[in-house]
């Protein structure tokens, strides 16, 4: 038995194997929970597929958040397999690729809505429609970077981005409360991921937090599964509103010690 033993979890955004979603996926299937998953085209779903049948499961359903309606078709589907949830996790983020480098003024107009949409607001719409399969009360949980709440190379928009999703945690978490709903971010150091390597720069950035870390390393996905198993359990049941922070501890370096100190 384990401590999301007989709960029901959506997961969103699972790329590939080496995904923070799926390290979460992992983890909460590992401590019992049975889960659906989204994915946003036929592409992801051959990879996803495989993935989903090894820890058994088989609820696969499309979805575009970007598009109209997108989320809430996609639980009128999960609908016709659960009349109930317990937990959804949003691990979504898109920004073009080329605009993630150089400097955040030349964010183009086009680029700065799709990325606040997709990466952003997708997350308040998920809330708006997990609430109604949540009549006892739930958790969401969504996925954001430090250069949310600080400056990184390269990561412009999304950063802008990822402080939105961060706001809506909070705001979320006063909205649903008394529904007994949870909202909380969890705030990923980098990772070897897809997402990350659409960072130009990635490769500096990764080693400089694995060395100014107090840990010494940067995270693995393994770690932030196991933290997101907690806060979408009952052991966190008196958790809402925050940003959770897998790092290593770099999140509270100011100015690094010299090398050797």
Known sequence: MGILAGKKGLIMGVANERSAAWGIAEAAAAHGAELAFTYQIEGFRKRLEPLAASIGSDILIECDVAAEDGIKNAFGQLRQHWDQLDFAVHAIGFSDKSELKGAY???????????????????TELAAEARHMMPNGGALLTLSYLGGVRTTPNYNVMGVAKAALEASTRYLAVDLGRQNIRVNTLSAGPMRTLAGSAITGARHIFRHSEEQAPLKRN?????VGRAAAYLLSDLASGVTGETHYVDGGYHHIGVPAEIGE
């Open 105 to 123: 003024y030349n964010t183009s107009r086009n680029n700065f809505e799709q990325t606040m949409l997709v990466s952003a607001f997708s997350f």
């Open 219 to 223: 995270p693995d996905i393994q770690e």
